[in-house]
């Protein structure tokens, strides 16, 4: 008898019942055939033997085995639903519903197993579009159970890693960038700087940038601009002047470096802010010479108040850089003389006396309101005249403002005279042109003069809107209508002998 047999099973001498002892396992042997032997116990014992078939019976006590092969553990984020990732084959060591297996996947991965035309043979393809910026791996627990009671099952996790493509541009962190630089910077100093990002990776995220240079007026200004293509660190080559150019703006472009290469651009904006870098311009009063100093007369007997000058200045600057204040730095009596501190106005304070000086010099002093405030100063001497000489020097001034009035006066009447000429010239054509139409008029129906000198003649009369004109000789002294002729039968006197003529109308 076969060793092994001996192992698993034991029969019982007396009563032949035959037990098993050892692990019997279905999937190693699944029919034993045993010889069994039995005698008396005779002095002459009787034998006989007979086999006894033992068949096992499967039972469920074997899990599926999962086994991957061809496996990709990297996929491109591009691949479309359907892609193969890996093949599975699971295999059960039962038998019937024992060994019938089924497998799956957790439902929430974009993928899928779809079975194979060999049994328990599985593949595992995607089954949607893949994101690698929306998640970049994945962890797949693939699931194998049998149709037995109590079912088995085990399990099997991989690890899937989806890999970039190039399918994303860069893009800026703001859109318009709205930058203010303060004029006069130094040049050669960075200035601002722009950034994009790229949610690709690798050199699909590796980001340069450059200056979208298309002719406009405002990109003509990046040539005094320089961009560090790396870093995205914008430089200035020049010192920039609000008072020339107050804005500008200009496009920068980022471009990864994937195959092919997306780019996309963005507008900055770029506010060129004021600066106190203008001293005030004295405008009045200013000497020949340039320089801001001049001299006013006014008469000795003015009263309080009275208006002597205005300093007159302006500042290039805007705000409070460009907003002037005037005051008086030195005066040779300060009871004379009062400055308004807003418009530069110059007045008398008090009526002069005869004790006071006939010369004063003024300094005025104009300064702006920055934070490091620039000025000028301007000087006024004041010189007091008797009534006489102030109005004398008045004259003057008159007279030079009279020459030219007169000479403005000049050129409007002799423009005044040449266009009442040419209407006149036009009313007298006029008139000509018509009297010319009457003669030709009338002239139709004039006939030639009559034998005693006298004018045909037309008499013109209305019969409710037409109008009737009746052509015959003039009546001549003398002429009489021919009673009951209804004034058509006029007798006319022959000149030239005793008899008359009638003439009928």
Not at 8 to 15: R, S
Not at 99 to 116: E, R
Not at 171 to 198: C, W
Not at 362 to 367: A, D, E, R, S, Y
């Amino acid at each position: 008898m076969n060793l092994n047999i001996l192992n698993l099973f034991d029969i019982n001498a007396l009563t032949g019942d035959i037990k098993v002892k050892g692990l019997i396992d279905y999937e190693e042997k699944d029919r034993y055939e045993i010889e069994i032997e039995a005698s008396d116990k005779g002095l002459a014992p009787f034998i006989t033997d007979k086999s006894v078939i033992i068949k096992i019976v499967d039972v469920n006590d074997n899990a599926p085995e999962i086994e991957v092969t061809s496996f990709s553990s990297s996929i491109p984020e591009d691949s479309r639903p359907g892609t193969t990732v890996a093949l599975i084959s699971v295999n059960d060591l039962d038998s019937g519903l024992n060994g019938k297996v089924f497998c799956a996947v957790n439902n929430d991965v974009p993928f899928t197993l779809s079975p194979s035309s060999k049994d328990n043979m599985f593949s595992l393809v995607t089954k949607s579009p893949l994101d690698r910026e929306k998640q970049s791996q994945y962890v797949l627990t693939i699931t194998a159970k049998d149709a037995g009671q109590p079912e088995l099952s085990s399990e099997k996790t991989i690890h899937v890693v989806v890999s970039d493509v190039n399918d994303n541009s860069p893009e800026f962190s703001l859109s318009p960038y709205n930058f203010y630089i303060t004029e006069a910077n130094e040049p050669g100093t960075s200035v601002f700087s722009v950034k994009a990002l790229d949610r690709d990776e690798n050199d699909n995220a590796r980001i340069t940038y450059h200056f979208l240079r298309d002719g406009s007026e405002g990109n003509k200004l990046t040539s005094f601009l320089n961009i560090n293509s790396e870093t995205g660190d914008i430089l200035a080559l020049k010192s920039f002047d609000f008072e020339t150019l107050k804005t500008f703006q200009f496009q920068v472009v980022a471009t990864d470096s994937g195959t092919p290469s997306l780019s996309s651009n963005v507008t900055v904006h770029v506010f060129i802010l004021d600066q106190n870098d203008n001293a005030p311009v004295i405008l009045y009063p200013v000497s020949s010479n340039g320089s801001a100093e001049g001299v006013e007369e006014i008469p000795r007997n003015v009263n309080a108040g009275h208006l002597v000058t205005k300093v007159r200045a302006y500042d290039a600057d805007i705000g409070y850089n460009g907003w002037l204040l005037f005051s008086l730095q030195e005066v040779t009596a300060h009871s004379l003389f009062g400055l308004d501190r807003y418009t530069g106005q110059i007045r008398t304070l008090r009526s002069f006396t005869e004790t006071d000086e006939a010369e004063h010099k003024l300094l005025i002093l104009v300064k702006d309101n920055g934070n490091v405030s620039l000025s000028a100063t301007a000087t006024v001497v004041v010189k007091l005249v008797e009534p006489r000489e102030a109005f004398a020097a008045a004259d003057v001034k008159s007279a030079t403002k009279d020459d030219e009035d007169n000479n403005v006066t000049f050129y409007l009447m002799i423009t005044l005279g040449s266009v009442s000429t040419l209407f006149l010239i036009s009313i007298i054509v006029l008139i000509a042109m018509q009297c010319s139409k009457s003669t030709d008029y009338t002239s139709k129906y004039l006939q030639e003069t009559n034998y005693d000198g006298t004018l045909c003649h037309s008499i013109q009369y209305r019969s409710g809107d037409k109008r009737y004109m009746l052509v015959g000789p003039r009546m001549s002294i003398g002429s009489t209508i021919v009673p009951g002729s209804h004034a058509n039968t006029l007798v006319l006197p022959d000149r030239r002998g005793t008899s008359t003529e009638l003439l009928s109308m």
